[in-house]
């Protein structure tokens, strides 16, 4: 059985490695109506250039603002992004262990509103600890910084466990 350091990973580079899975599948559909339009613009009528440049500076954003609201404001999302210690029996289970942040979490005061330093942190609620079988991962994938377990669900959910977090050998 192998056990992490305690981690966090950041929104970022769940986001990040969120657009490596999700661009090689979906990439193509984005892509296509913005090359299309680009070279009829280029052969036939100028006025496509302009359509593509809407759908590159308009219709992209808000698909990445979909993506943001579908990935990353669920639950799971935030299963990735809490500390936490991960306890892996290779072929067998993946356990993670939730943990409450190093430092204490605090309220940020709004402008010009006096707060009393004794209410200002904030209590943080700990997820319980989590077992995840092996028959419901479906890929392991390694990244430059992270190994990734993709899970085998409906929404695209992966564990990222960074590379610093494993025990030395």
């Known amino acids: 059985m192998i056990k992490t350091s305690p981690f966090t990973t950041s929104s970022g580079d769940y986001l990040a490695i969120l657009m490596g899975l ?18 009829i613009g ?3 009528d100028v006025r496509f250039l302009f359509i ?18 579908y990935y990353m404001l ?6 990735a992004v809490t500390r936490k210690v991960v306890e892996i029996d290779d072929g067998k289970t993946l356990r993670l262990v939730y943990l409450p942040p190093e430092k204490p979490v605090m309220k940020t005061p709004l402008l010009g ?15 319980a600890s989590e077992v995840i079988k092996w028959e419901t991962i479906k890929k392991v994938k ?6 990734i377990y993709i899970l ?18």
């Open 42 to 44: 280029a052969t036939l």
């Open 152 to 169: 085998d669900t409906p929404r695209l959910q992966f564990i990222l466990v960074p590379y610093e977090a494993m025990p030395r050998k």
């Open 74 to 79: 669920t639950p799971e999302a935030r299963r």
């Open 113 to 127: 509103v006096d707060c009393d330093s004794m209410e200002s942190e904030v209590d943080i609620v700990v997820p």
């Open 22 to 39: 999700w661009l090689p599948r979906y990439g193509w559909v984005v892509a296509l109506p913005l090359v299309v339009c680009a070279v």
């Open 142 to 147: 390694y990244s430059s910084k992270f190994i």
């Open 52 to 69: 593509a440049l809407m759908l590159l500076f308009i219709v992209v954003p808000m698909l990445m603002s979909f993506l943001y609201t």
